[in-house]
């Protein structure tokens, strides 16, 4: 596979055996700062993610998630019930860098892979270990799935108005934050690696990464009387901050607009109705509804570029919501480049996004697409003499 020996994780390899998002984002992080990566998938299908789709939309047979999520990285197709396949994965185990997994609690172990297992094969091995709800107490055996943990956190009640209930992410960011959260311990495992000569066992779980999004606020809450948080009813966008905070309609489309004083708004907006609020700071949290009220109206009376035109240049933190095609087709966003187009052998072409990190002032450039089941697996055996 292409190495870029720029990158800081050039030569080191990560044997991955988790599925879905949170295991495999983590991994992918770990390619694009030069790691090579290499996919453990079923000889029967492979990845479950390979049919878990968002639309209606394949390209060479599996889903648009697993493709991006899978760029670049290398599969061996091995049978965990065959013995010999179980064989050659120890083997592989031994001469890598990094495991990860995000099996039900348990099941790893059943099949021999646990860290004490694997330990005694390779105790320079750095373990990624990922559950949905830790590895003890009465959620162990429950789905470890992303809008489940989502429910369980608490995190559904800091989105949306107050009258909509709870309000998920639209995005699976239990899985993304958890596979981030891993990502880090591993290379921190790495690091200690090289000052030890021994590796460690690394976990996390989709409940921890969202309390662990949540430590602001929550701390917030664990320290004023553990009230529960009162989100606005009008226009809301964090539950602990006061007016104008929020996201706003124009004549046109939609603005979000930051912390700024009530009085400062009022004069560039000709707003006199606010002025019964303009001195008193606390009205604009306990008010907030009735502020943000009157804001709106306002607002919507004109278009973003006439609003920005006169809250730009006094400074008021403000900005125009995009939708996809707005941002791409921005200036701000193109100069990122942070969109690739990638390849196989078998012509399939997928447009996706880049690492979101620059080293040394380069981002990595590995243009490969998502593997096949058991694509690799001829050139791995060979190349770890399995």
């Given at each position: 596979m292409?190495?870029?020996?720029?990158?800081?994780?050039?030569?080191?390899?990560?044997?991955?055996m988790?599925?879905?998002?949170?295991?495999?984002?983590?991994?992918?992080?770990?390619?694009?700062?030069?790691?090579?990566?290499?996919?453990?998938?079923?000889?029967?299908?492979?990845?479950?993610?390979?049919?878990?789709?968002?639309?209606?939309?394949?390209?060479?047979?599996?889903?648009?998630?697993?493709?991006?999520?899978?760029?670049?990285?290398?599969?061996i197709?091995?049978?965990?019930?065959?013995?010999?396949?179980?064989?050659?994965?120890?083997?592989?185990?031994?001469q890598?860098?990094v495991?990860?997994q995000?099996?039900?609690?348990?099941?790893?172990?059943?099949?021999?892979?646990?860290?004490?297992?694997?330990?005694?094969i390779n105790?320079?091995?750095?373990?990624?270990?990922?559950?949905?709800?830790?590895?003890?107490?009465?959620?162990?055996?429950?789905?470890?799935?992303?809008?489940l943990?989502q429910?369980?956190?608490?995190?559904?009640?800091?989105?949306?108005?107050?009258?909509?209930g709870?309000?998920?992410?639209?995005?699976a960011?239990?899985?993304?934050?958890?596979?981030?959260?891993?990502?880090?311990?591993?290379?921190?495992?790495?690091?200690?690696?090289?000052?030890?000569?021994?590796?460690?066992?690394?976990?996390?779980?989709?409940?921890?990464?969202?309390?662990?999004?949540?430590?602001e606020?929550?701390?917030?809450?664990?320290?004023?009387?553990?009230?529960?948080?009162?989100?606005?009813?009008?226009?809301?966008?964090?539950?602990?901050?006061?007016?104008?905070?929020?996201?706003?309609?124009?004549?046109?489309?939609?603005?979000?607009?930051a912390?700024?004083?009530?009085?400062?708004?009022?004069?560039?907006?000709?707003?006199?109705?606010l002025?019964?609020?303009?001195?008193?700071?606390a009205?604009?949290?306990?008010?907030?509804d009735?502020?943000?009220?009157?804001?709106?109206a306002r607002?919507?009376?004109?278009?973003?570029a006439?609003?920005?035109?006169?809250?730009?240049?006094?400074?008021?933190?403000?900005?125009?919501?995009?939708?996809?095609?707005?941002?791409?087709?921005?200036?701000?966003?193109?100069v990122?480049?942070?969109?690739?187009?990638?390849?196989?052998?078998?012509d399939?072409?997928?447009?996706?996004?880049?690492?979101?990190?620059?080293?040394?002032?380069?981002?990595?450039?590995?243009?490969a697409?998502?593997?096949?089941?058991?694509?690799?697996?001829?050139?791995?055996?060979?190349?770890?003499?399995?």
């Amino acid at each position: 596979m292409p190495t870029d020996r720029r990158l800081p994780l050039n030569g080191i390899t990560v044997v991955d055996m988790s599925q879905f998002l949170s295991g495999p984002y983590c991994s992918l992080r770990l390619l694009d700062l030069g790691a090579r990566v290499i996919k453990v998938e079923r000889p029967d299908g492979g990845d479950l993610s390979r049919r878990l789709y968002l639309s209606d939309t394949e390209i060479g047979g599996d889903s648009t998630i697993f493709h991006a999520i899978n760029r670049g990285k290398e599969s061996i197709a091995i049978d965990l019930k065959d013995p010999a396949d179980l064989a050659t994965l120890r083997a592989l185990l031994a001469q890598a860098d990094v495991m990860i997994q995000n099996f039900r609690p348990g099941v790893i172990e059943r099949l021999g892979l646990g860290y004490d297992e694997v330990r005694k094969i390779n105790p320079r091995l750095v373990y990624g270990s990922i559950t949905g709800y830790g590895t003890e107490g009465p959620w162990v055996k429950r789905p470890g799935q992303d809008l489940l943990a989502q429910a369980r956190s608490g995190v559904m009640w800091l989105n949306g108005d107050e009258s909509q209930g709870p309000v998920p992410f639209g995005l699976a960011v239990a899985d993304m934050l958890a596979g981030a959260a891993l990502c880090q311990g591993l290379l921190a495992g790495l690091v200690g690696r090289g000052v030890t000569g021994q590796g460690t066992h690394v976990e996390t779980s989709l409940l921890e990464a969202l309390v662990d999004l949540q430590f602001e606020v929550l701390t917030t809450h664990l320290n004023d009387g553990r009230r529960i948080p009162r989100r606005s009813d009008v226009r809301s966008a964090h539950a602990y901050l006061s007016a104008p905070y929020g996201v706003y309609p124009t004549a046109d489309s939609f603005i979000a607009i930051a912390m700024t004083p009530i009085g400062r708004l009022a004069d560039l907006l000709d707003l006199p109705a606010l002025n019964p609020y303009r001195d008193d700071s606390a009205s604009w949290f306990k008010k907030r509804d009735e502020i943000k009220t009157i804001i709106a109206a306002r607002l919507a009376t004109d278009t973003v570029a006439h609003w920005r035109a006169i809250l730009e240049p006094a400074d008021i933190w403000c900005a125009e919501v995009l939708d996809w095609p707005q941002l791409l087709d921005s200036d701000g966003f193109k100069v990122l480049n942070m969109l690739q187009t990638v390849t196989r052998d078998d012509d399939v072409t997928i447009e996706t996004t880049k690492s979101p990190l620059r080293i040394g002032g380069h981002r990595s450039d590995n243009r490969a697409a998502a593997p096949r089941i058991g694509e690799h697996s001829t050139t791995i055996r060979k190349d770890f003499n399995l």
